[in-house]
């Protein structure tokens, strides 16, 4: 069956799923592999469950004719949903990034969603099965979709945009993250700029950020089409206050944000060059901007029966670290507590990276410091107490509970934080 026939059985049947445990009636079934699961032995019970079809792609399986063979079920499902993205040819916004990239992606589609129908990435579902299950729910009827797109190794943000095929693309910045994979952090930018090669290559433009030099000069290098932001831009915005949600000055605005971190004035900056490139009032995007709330463990705060908790605990790399520690450092008026976990994938620089980190905690007056993971306990910092996981940490916490601190909670989503903010 080639991939035009696969096509038409999906119009016929336009719901995908890659879950046996999530089988809707008349949908699809791709049977995927993983380290420690196999789709393919799944097969014919999706079929039990209600599926109309499935995609097998080791053929001792191809034993019902509702379920067919194809040589890998991954590349198929890829490229169903590029087939699919090319006929309905709706205009696609691509965001990557190392830091910030869903955050950017929720705000941009809390702007655009004020005046167009658009699709954007649920979650954290960025990566080469999370894109194509996206782009396969694109209808007739939206008018934008947003694609977030991560990476971790060389060549992954190519991949996803030969799927994608945006007509825009933004890069968040670059950073120090998953090193171990990259080899360096000119192999983080090389990786990152695949967005912008793509887009050169097929006549896109791309959102760039003025004032980060690194993506600014390797947009003009590249001679790519770019509709620029932030510093020395048309539009840019500056901060009023953050103590602690983000409140910034744009275009004789004010807009309060339910943001944590100064950090976040990049995002919302790319955000608003978004709205105005698609024709969207300062109303429009001042009002998304004050009511998009952060519900997914980035830059969240919370408010407990003891603590204020800014819950930052989806990802950690030494780019977000420092400035999560910096812009918390410069909150007034509040005793202070931190609960960092370990940064994962950082390769040969993790030992120099979490000390640094160490070194400003030290130098800070960050009243209580808990360390949690491999990594931070291998640092120099006499005033941390340190913990070997998240389940040691909320024993501690359990006999010894913070009260009427400010707290941030932040470390790479594999440390478990999260576990920890209901006994704060």
């Known amino acids: 069956m080639d991939i035009n026939q696969i096509y038409n059985l999906f119009l016929l049947h336009p719901v995908i799923t890659t879950d046996s445990r999530n089988c809707p009636e008349g949908a699809i079934f791709f049977a995927l592999k993983g380290a420690n699961f196999n789709g393919n032995q799944f097969a014919k019970e999706t079929i039990q469950k209600g599926c109309a079809f499935a995609f097998v792609d080791e053929k001792e399986y191809a034993d019902d004719k509702q379920i067919f063979y194809v040589p890998d079920c991954l590349t198929t499902l890829q490229q169903l949903a590029e087939k699919h993205r090319m006929t309905l040819n709706t205009p696609i916004i691509g965001v990557t990034g190392t830091n910030g990239k869903t955050t950017t992606k929720e705000l941009i589609a809390s702007v655009l969603k004020q005046k167009y129908n658009i699709l954007y990435t649920q979650g954290n579902l960025n990566n080469h099965i999370g894109v194509p299950m996206t782009l396969l729910q694109l209808k007739k009827e939206h008018e934008i979709a947003i694609i977030e797109m991560g990476a971790n190794h060389p060549g992954e943000i190519k991949t996803l945009v030969n799927i994608a095929r945006p007509n825009y693309g933004i890069i968040t910045n670059v950073g120090k993250a998953h090193i171990e994979g990259f080899g360096s952090f000119e192999g983080v930018i090389n990786t990152k700029c695949e967005l912008y090669d793509f887009l050169k290559e097929n006549n896109g433009k791309a959102f760039v950020n003025q004032g980060n030099e690194i993506l600014f000069n390797k947009a003009r290098q590249k001679g790519i089409a ?123 620089v993790s030992d120099s990276e979490h000390q640094k980190v160490a070194d400003k905690l030290s130098q800070s007056t960050i009243s209580e410091i808990l360390l949690i993971g491999p990594n931070f306990a291998k640092t120099n910092c006499p005033r941390a107490k340190k913990f070997n996981d998240v389940t040691a940490l909320n024993d501690y916490l359990s ?9 941030l909670v932040k470390g790479s989503n594999s440390m478990k934080l999260i576990e920890c903010v209901g006994l704060l």
């Open 399 to 407: 006999k010894n509970p913070i009260n009427g601190k400010l707290v």
């Open 226 to 348: 770019t509709i620029p932001y932030g510093k020395g831009a048309n539009i840019d915005a500056e901060i009023l206050s953050s103590d602690p949600f983000l409140s910034i000055q744009w275009n004789g605005h004010q807009i309060k944000s339910q943001l944590i971190g100064r950090y976040n004035l990049e995002n919302i900056v790319a955000a608003i060059a978004i709205g105005k490139n698609f024709q969207l009032s300062d109303e429009q995007i001042v009002n998304a901007i004050e009511n998009y709330t952060p519900t997914n463990n980035r830059s969240q705060f919370k408010q407990t029966e003891r603590n204020e908790l800014i819950i930052d605990a989806y990802n950690a790399n030494p780019t977000s670290m420092n400035a999560s520690l910096d812009n918390f450092i410069l909150i007034n008026g509040k005793e202070k507590a931190v609960i960092l976990g370990d940064m994962k994938e950082l390769g040969t």
